[in-house]
């Protein structure tokens, strides 16, 4: 078990590592060492299909509260492999408000810090990975931040809005673009969210779906192992290449079985 102690020169650097491919969200905390970096927990946005969020069974969920809920799924995961999550709770109920964690005065253990990584991703206002950034704030995790990259921040003079990030959170605008297309452009409305509604999930429930998967996260966020149907396929990727004796008499032996007559 990986414990933060005191001295901060003999404790890791921890990174929330965030990245946002074309399939899922995926969460990470990793420290470096001077062979490589080591993953302690991960988190995918694939999981979240376990907690209600059943709009896509495999992968699929890339927009802002599935960054979030992602986010508080890693977080709480990290509280309890290293019992801290009573400890540090966090917003159990998210409002958007700015939140920092803080060590309590009772509280021994200081908390679990760990600094953002967004990689090759253009830090834009309204980006995606300040979302999963905020799910593992609100989750307990301590993150160095401030919230001017927050959505709504874009008007003059910038001002953070609560209020606006708490509708990114619960997906409320997903909720009224649905409601948008349902009034002006229905046939639209059927093809860009046939997910939607495949899974029974009109644009009242979007928000009721969001709030349920939060409160699942954090009753078990412990990892479920997947069960494989099949074994997965070896690939020999250190296969020996054939040196010129062997390819010259594997060509030999080709030519002969093509010289050879088939029985019609």
């Given at each position: 078990m990986v414990v933060q102690d005191k001295n901060k020169y003999n404790t890791p650097k921890y990174r929330l590592v965030v990245r946002i491919s074309n399939k899922e969200v995926t969460c990470q905390i990793a420290y470096a060492t001077l062979k490589c970096d080591r993953i302690f927990a991960v988190a995918y946005s694939s999981e979240l299909s376990r907690y209600g969020a059943t709009i896509t069974q495999r992968g699929g969920q890339k927009n802002y509260a599935a960054c979030y809920a992602t986010g508080l799924l890693l977080a709480r995961r990290v509280l309890e492999q290293v019992n801290l999550a009573k400890s540090y709770v966090g917003v159990v109920k998210a409002d958007g408000a700015y939140y920092r964690v803080k060590q309590g005065a009772d509280e021994k253990r200081s908390p679990f810090k760990v600094f953002l990584d967004v990689g090759l991703t253009r830090t834009t206002t309204g980006c995606r990975v300040f979302g999963a950034m905020k799910g593992a704030v609100d989750g307990g995790l301590y993150v160095p931040h401030k919230p001017k990259r927050f959505p709504g921040n874009k008007t003059m003079p910038k001002k953070f809005d609560p209020k606006t990030l708490r509708r990114y959170i619960y997906g409320v605008h997903v909720s009224d673009y649905m409601k948008l297309l349902q009034a002006k452009n229905p046939e639209k409305y059927q093809k860009h969210f046939?997910?939607?509604?495949?899974?029974?999930?009109?644009?009242?429930?979007?928000?009721?779906?969001?709030?349920?998967?939060?409160?699942?996260?954090?009753?078990?966020?412990?990892?479920?192992?997947?069960?494989?149907?099949?074994?997965?396929?070896?690939?020999?990727?250190?296969?020996?290449?054939?040196?010129?004796?062997?390819?010259?008499?594997?060509?030999k032996q080709k030519l002969v079985a093509a010289k050879k007559p088939t029985n019609v």
């Amino acid at each position: 078990m990986v414990v933060q102690d005191k001295n901060k020169y003999n404790t890791p650097k921890y990174r929330l590592v965030v990245r946002i491919s074309n399939k899922e969200v995926t969460c990470q905390i990793a420290y470096a060492t001077l062979k490589c970096d080591r993953i302690f927990a991960v988190a995918y946005s694939s999981e979240l299909s376990r907690y209600g969020a059943t709009i896509t069974q495999r992968g699929g969920q890339k927009n802002y509260a599935a960054c979030y809920a992602t986010g508080l799924l890693l977080a709480r995961r990290v509280l309890e492999q290293v019992n801290l999550a009573k400890s540090y709770v966090g917003v159990v109920k998210a409002d958007g408000a700015y939140y920092r964690v803080k060590q309590g005065a009772d509280e021994k253990r200081s908390p679990f810090k760990v600094f953002l990584d967004v990689g090759l991703t253009r830090t834009t206002t309204g980006c995606r990975v300040f979302g999963a950034m905020k799910g593992a704030v609100d989750g307990g995790l301590y993150v160095p931040h401030k919230p001017k990259r927050f959505p709504g921040n874009k008007t003059m003079p910038k001002k953070f809005d609560p209020k606006t990030l708490r509708r990114y959170i619960y997906g409320v605008h997903v909720s009224d673009y649905m409601k948008l297309l349902q009034a002006k452009n229905p046939e639209k409305y059927q093809k860009h969210f046939s997910q939607y509604i495949a899974a029974g999930k009109g644009p009242e429930e979007v928000e009721k779906m969001w709030t349920s998967v939060h409160a699942a996260i954090r009753a078990n966020p412990a990892h479920v192992k997947v069960k494989r149907n099949q074994p997965p396929k070896k690939v020999d990727i250190n296969k020996r290449k054939l040196n010129n004796k062997e390819r010259k008499n594997r060509i030999k032996q080709k030519l002969v079985a093509a010289k050879k007559p088939t029985n019609v």
